[in-house]
């Protein structure tokens, strides 16, 4: 059998990992686009369709691990070549309200309805159920990340056991799952091979902490002052359901969770889930009963979920002069680098944003990646026995700084190579392809 890391091996996003069995059945885990600089949209080499043709050959299925953009972007393009897409339940409800969302925005409507197109044909895969493809079967296993509904892979390919973990972490709400997960469903396994994402490997210095932790704060926050606008991501479930505890749970406790109907429809998404933290966010939209939800946020103080866009632009001009902006504060809850000059994922819109009123700013927010403890902690749990491929990770990061065991370091790939398994029952070696 073979794997291939067509993208991914040397950057953060734009992940696409090929499994083939000896027989030549052939699926993708993931297939995302390379990320924004900044506010620039990135080039991709994919947008050329003869170079997607390409790795799509002979390919039967694509599994994404969850919805954020660098993990799946092509689907149309894919839809268009006969191939299969699956996703977790929600995570397709979720893509498909963005999908809507940006039908309506000026210049999207036709990527969009493409994209709402493929979407109409996808499939959905359930936690710890099996699908099978020829000689490939492949397990989901829930994990906890910024975007809701992510699951990490098994798969089992011509006697080799792979162990995809696509994003994760453990200091978010649902992270308890992992380390259970990995040791009732997936050690078990015996992994041959780990592939797993880096993202924070070359961030040693970054704090994290966990989402229980951020909620003290934001209530902090929420009891110091009567009026929050939060920037934060529209389908960071974890982020959503801390606003709302923490609104539930501050001083000023009859004030409202606040959002546009858009973040409004994406909260009814994430109600859905069976997992009370989610379930349980109660919202009023802006965009509806407009005046007197506006009226009870003069009057009782509020949380309001903003985002960096026109409409919010309005709002906030109606809004504003109408508050104290002494009693008032901006929870930035988003990587730090958008709004750092410095960095190289600047983006001067959501800078101009966040300074656009002089209310109090207050940066808050944790990573949707596993911190170094926990990547160590889960190479040397599921132990593989041939290899470890890092992914999502920046060119200059190296996952010896982990500090594993010998034996463990002895097995990190990073460039292709093959390798034989140990009594396997017919030593055929497992090719490993590393591009880029
Ligand atoms: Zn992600």
Not at 18 to 32: T, Y
Not at 297 to 320: N, P, Q, W
Request: net charge negative; aromatic share 10%.
């Amino acid at each position: 059998m073979k794997i291939t890391i067509h993208r991914g091996a040397n950057q953060i996003g734009g992940c696409i990992t090929e499994i083939q069995s000896a027989a030549g059945d052939k699926i993708l885990i993931d297939f995302g686009h390379n990320l924004p600089k900044g506010d620039q949209k990135a080039e991709d080499k994919f947008e050329n369709r003869d170079t997607l043709i390409q790795v799509l050959q002979g390919v039967s299925d694509v599994y994404y691990t969850h919805y954020h953009g660098d993990h799946i972007a092509f689907e149309y393009e894919i839809y268009k070549a006969d191939v299969r897409q699956h996703i977790g339940g929600m995570a397709l409800k979720m893509l498909r309200t963005l999908k809507q969302h940006l039908w309506k925005a000026d210049g999207l409507k036709d990527a969009a309805a493409k994209s709402l197109e493929a979407l109409a044909h996808f499939e959905t895969y359930k936690a710890a159920r099996t699908e099978t493809i020829g000689d490939i079967s492949i397990t989901p296993y829930f994990v906890s990340h910024s975007a809701v509904d992510a699951y990490m892979f098994l798969i089992e390919c011509d006697g080799v056991t792979i162990l995809h973990t696509g994003d994760f972490r453990d200091h978010g709400y649902l992270g308890g799952g992992l380390m259970k997960n990995l040791k009732c469903n997936i050690v078990p396994k015996n992994v041959d091979v780990l592939i797993s994402e880096g993202t924070m490997l070359a961030r040693k210095d970054e704090e994290v902490m966990t989402e229980w932790e951020l909620l003290d704060i934001a209530e902090d926050i929420m009891d110091e002052y009567k009026n929050v606008f939060v920037l934060c991501s529209s389908t960071d479930a974890d982020r959503i359901a801390t606003m709302y505890q923490a609104t539930r749970r501050c001083s000023h406790n009859f004030r409202w969770l606040v959002t546009d109907t858009y973040q409004g429809k994406q909260i009814q998404n994430i109600r859905n889930s069976p997992i009370r933290f989610y379930s349980s966010i109660v919202y009023r939209d802006f965009g509806f009963d407009h005046d007197k939800v506006l009226s009870d946020m003069l009057k009782d103080g509020f949380t309001m979920l903003v985002r960096d866009s026109a409409s919010f632009e309005k709002y906030l001009e109606e809004i504003v002069p109408q508050i104290d902006l002494n009693q008032t504060a901006l929870i930035y809850s988003q990587f730090s680098g958008y709004i750092d000059p410095g960095h190289p994922a600047f983006n001067q819109s959501t800078y101009n944003f966040v300074r656009k009123y002089p209310w109090h700013l207050e940066y808050l927010h944790t990573s949707g990646h596993a911190p170094q403890q926990t990547l160590r902690e889960v190479c040397e749990f599921v132990n593989p026995s041939m290899a470890i491929i890092p992914i999502h990770r920046e060119a200059q990061s190296d996952l010896s700084v982990l500090g594993l065991s010998p034996k463990l370091q002895e097995r990190i790939v990073t460039k292709s190579t093959e390798l034989t398994k140990d009594g396997h029952w017919n030593d055929t070696p497992v090719t490993i392809e590393i591009k880029d």
